[in-house]
């Protein structure tokens, strides 16, 4: 779902006109829905014209469908013709919807309207164009190159599958290239059932190439109705036997894998993943992996007990890992050597079978080039500060998560380390007690950041509460995206307070905002939220126009859209644009944040 920043109908109807203006045909309620709804504010407009939605990709889905419908048998009548007519009007289309936004400048820009309907007409010109464009013709490789890049251009794993499925569904030669071609089959996907007749046919075409394998077991269905851990872990899929079953055949190849993402409910299957690591680098095999990932997504925080001796990750051949994710599960951190490793993730681990904070920081130390940190109820176990305790600096360090930690526990463990470079940062899950301390320990630390999250985190309603934000903001002058869920409003309010009131810029010139008056984070531009009060998300935007910050955009989660009423959009949409983000992806300004420095030149 997205809505128009603020409507502007005499401008549409000018694009509606211009595109068509001597010959408006008449407009099919379904497969014309972009073009149909276009002087209508977007709170209004049904699903399946709206970018991004599942009704719109169902609608494409139709669109292409009943084309072919119409289409004579193959081979017998010729309509190259009437195909490069059709593609050739709507690619005149797109061109005239172009000129016109440019000519209108940021009315258009601004409104998302215009962006759909661009998608739409080239969407149509597509279904024609592709006819008429002689593929087989091309020389096998650049065809087989054409083929990398729609399979690996895919936003999600799953859509890769689909891709690759279609690909050698549509001709001979088609499906011969593309089995012939391993790279195109080294990205695999265990989601089909037992014995993964479809996941081991890929595994075979894959030959000698590097292989990326993802084993997904877990599924949100399989939580109980009230959210809690109280059903039966051992109900699910993999058995112990099963999973060695299937190890057993995959590191047939072991050396190849790059990557093993293992998402799973029970011990078992995730220690069988382990041990077989462990045996296989024993037993002489080469260990390549540079990814490794293990999610145990059964009750947190257990420990199987003392009987239970934990593996040696890779039996020590950790040469090549720069990417370490264990979530619920642990490993034997003393005699795995971590080194030179680009992400450190860990989640939900006890702290008894957690590495020593000698260790912990060993593990920092060599990796100077950590680019991102994550601790999510996963930390090292506690110890008394030593007297000459230095941080251990983190440079490189762009990306830190911090969450499910006590007040305190989170000072001890930012402690460890400082991080000047941080650019983005994650506050989550921080409740049961005031963070206070904890904010004011971190302010002026991350004067780089651009992206801040903030998610279930507790600052009390009190003076010192709102001073201790407004501190911790002043210090983040480059700030742009905003993330907040589940956040008390009154932490949200104090974006907008004046900082001169708390002592700070008192010495900064104004002339440039309206009232005068210093504006926390300047930069600010988008928003992204769920769990949030719309209402207050449309009055606090409005309050960062009136002092002369104002939004460009702002992004409610796609699993929280339904929650948005039309009222609430209608007062959002006065103000600033509203989309979707889509689930599971970045949005367009998240990812120029990543790779922009402060002047937006390219990293």
Not at 6 to 18: C, F, L
Not at 467 to 490: D, E, T
Not at 508 to 531: A, D, G, H, M, S
Request: with cysteine; hydrophobic share 40%.
């Amino acid at each position: 779902m997205s809505y128009n920043a603020k409507p502007t109908e005499r401008t549409v109807d000018a694009v509606m006109s211009d595109i068509d203006p001597a010959h408006p045909a008449p407009l099919h309620p379904v497969l014309d829905a972009v073009e149909m709804h276009m002087t209508v504010p977007l709170n209004r407009w049904p699903k399946y014209a709206i970018m991004g939605t599942a009704d719109y990709k169902r609608r494409q889905e139709f669109l292409v469908a009943d084309h072919l419908k119409k289409l004579p048998p193959p081979g017998t009548i010729d309509t190259s013709a009437k195909d490069l007519l059709l593609s050739t009007m709507f690619m005149h289309k797109m061109a005239q919807i172009q000129h016109i936004i440019q000519r209108q400048g940021s009315a258009a820009n601004d409104d998302p309207r215009y962006t759909y309907l661009y998608d739409d007409m080239r969407y149509k010109r597509n279904i024609f164009y592709w006819r008429n464009f002689r593929m087989n013709d091309l020389p096998p490789e650049i065809i087989t190159h054409i083929f990398r890049i729609a399979v690996w251009s895919t936003s999600t794993p799953a859509e890769g599958t689909h891709i690759r499925l279609l690909l050698t569904s549509v001709c001979a030669k088609w499906r011969r290239l593309m089995i012939e071609d391993c790279t195109l089959w080294s990205a695999i996907w265990f989601r089909d059932p037992p014995p993964y007749e479809r996941s081991l046919e890929w595994f075979k075409r894959a030959g000698g190439a590097p292989l990326d394998i993802r084993i997904n077991e877990h599924d949100a269905d399989w939580k109980s109705k009230d959210d809690d851990w109280r059903y039966k872990e051992d109900d699910h899929r993999f058995t112990t036997e099963q999973m060695e079953e299937l190890m057993d055949t995959l590191f047939v190849k072991v050396s190849q894998i790059r990557m093993l993402v293992l998402v799973v409910d029970n011990w078992p299957p995730a220690l069988v993943v382990l041990d077989k690591l462990q045996d296989a680098a024993y037993a002489g095999k080469t260990i390549n992996m540079e990814r490794l990932e293990i999610h145990r997504m059964g009750q947190p925080f257990v420990w199987l007990g003392p009987g239970r001796t934990p593996a040696v990750l890779f039996g020590g051949q950790t040469r090549a890992l720069k990417y370490l994710c264990l979530s619920g599960i642990h490993i034997d951190w003393n005699a795995t050597p971590l080194s030179n490793l680009s992400t450190i993730d860990l989640r939900k681990i006890a702290m008894n079978v957690a590495p020593t904070l000698n260790r912990f920081r060993e593990v920092l130390l060599a990796c100077p080039r950590l680019q991102k940190l994550s601790l999510d109820g996963a930390g090292p176990q506690p110890s008394a500060r030593k007297p000459d305790h230095v941080p251990i600096n983190l440079p490189h360090l762009k990306v830190l998560i911090i969450g499910g930690f006590s007040m305190l526990y989170s000072c001890y463990i930012l402690s460890q380390f400082k991080a000047p470079n941080v650019r983005d940062l994650t506050l989550m899950n921080l409740t049961g007690e005031d963070y206070i301390a904890m904010i004011a320990a971190i302010t002026a630390r991350y004067k780089e950041l651009r992206l801040l999250t903030l998610y279930a985190v507790n600052i009390s309603p009190t003076e010192g509460g709102t001073k201790a934000m407004v501190r911790f903001l002043y210090a983040m002058p480059y700030l742009s995206y905003l993330r907040i869920a589940s956040m008390k409003w009154h932490v949200i309010e104090a974006f907008n307070e004046d900082p001169r009131e708390y002592g700070l810029g008192r010495d900064i010139v104004t002339q440039l905002f309206p009232q005068n008056r210093l504006v926390l984070c300047p930069k600010l531009q988008t928003i992204e939220f769920q769990q949030m009060s719309g209402t207050k998300i449309a009055e606090w935007a409005a309050r960062r126009k009136e002092l002369g910050a104002p939004l460009r955009r702002a992004y409610v989660n796609s699993s929280y859209v339904s929650k948005v009423t039309a009222e609430e959009a209608d007062m959002i949409q006065q103000v600033v644009s509203l989309f979707i983000a889509p689930l599971g992806s970045t949005t367009p300004e998240e990812r120029a944040l990543a790779t922009c420095d402060r002047y937006g030149e390219t990293i």
